[in-house]
């Protein structure tokens, strides 16, 4: 069985909203991260990864999101062998200015540009990776 994992590469005036996750985390803690969050059991519904999604990033950091476009997915284990599949949307930043709203969740936030991401020290190989996909296909849509 898999934990599904939804994540926004929030794209505004050139650069990236990230997250340092919460030192209370589970995985990943203290590290460079887009905002998102697993899927709820609801039996039958659609459209529950961009629901999902919507939802984990305004109870993070308090904004809106619209224009999901699918990056790509990927599954890892985490440290306590809990198997995850985690799917990347590219979003544009609707309203809102986001903060830390969930402390337990995010340490803290700030916009980014890909070049920053690609040599920050806590960011993870896998982060590195989606950034540039989200980057590449941003580029192909709105032709920048």
Same mark, same amino acid.
Request: aromatic share 8%; charged share 30%.
């Given at each position: 069985?898999?934990?599904?994992?939804?994540?926004?590469?929030?794209? %505004?005036?050139?650069?990236? $909203?990230?997250?340092?996750?919460?030192?209370?985390?589970?995985?990943?803690?203290?590290?460079?991260?887009?905002?998102?969050?697993?899927?709820?059991?609801?039996?039958?519904?659609?459209?529950?990864? !961009? %629901?999902?999604?919507?939802?984990?990033?305004?109870?993070?950091?308090?904004?809106?999101?619209?224009?999901?476009?699918?990056?790509?997915?990927?599954?890892?284990?985490?440290?306590?062998?809990? *198997?995850?599949?985690?799917?990347?949307? $590219?979003?544009? *930043?609707?309203?809102?200015?986001?903060?830390?709203?969930?402390?337990?969740?995010?340490? !803290?936030?700030?916009?980014?540009?890909?070049?920053?991401?690609?040599? *920050?020290?806590?960011?993870?190989?896998? $982060?590195?990776?989606?950034?540039?996909?989200?980057?590449?296909?941003?580029?192909?849509? %709105?032709?920048?």
């Amino acid at each position: 069985m898999f934990v599904v994992n939804v994540e926004g590469a929030i794209h %505004r005036d050139g650069k990236w $909203l990230m997250i340092t996750r919460s030192e209370k985390e589970e995985h990943a803690a203290g590290c460079l991260s887009m905002v998102g969050g697993k899927c709820d059991l609801e039996g039958v519904s659609s459209d529950i990864l !961009e %629901r999902t999604l919507k939802r984990e990033i305004y109870e993070e950091v308090g904004i809106e999101v619209e224009d999901f476009t699918y990056v790509n997915s990927s599954s890892f284990v985490t440290d306590k062998e809990t *198997h995850v599949i985690d799917i990347v949307f $590219l979003c544009q *930043h609707f309203t809102g200015e986001p903060y830390a709203k969930s402390t337990e969740e995010v340490g !803290e936030v700030m916009w980014m540009t890909t070049e920053e991401i690609l040599i *920050h020290k806590d960011a993870p190989s896998y $982060l590195k990776e989606n950034i540039t996909l989200a980057a590449n296909k941003f580029t192909l849509i %709105r032709g920048v």
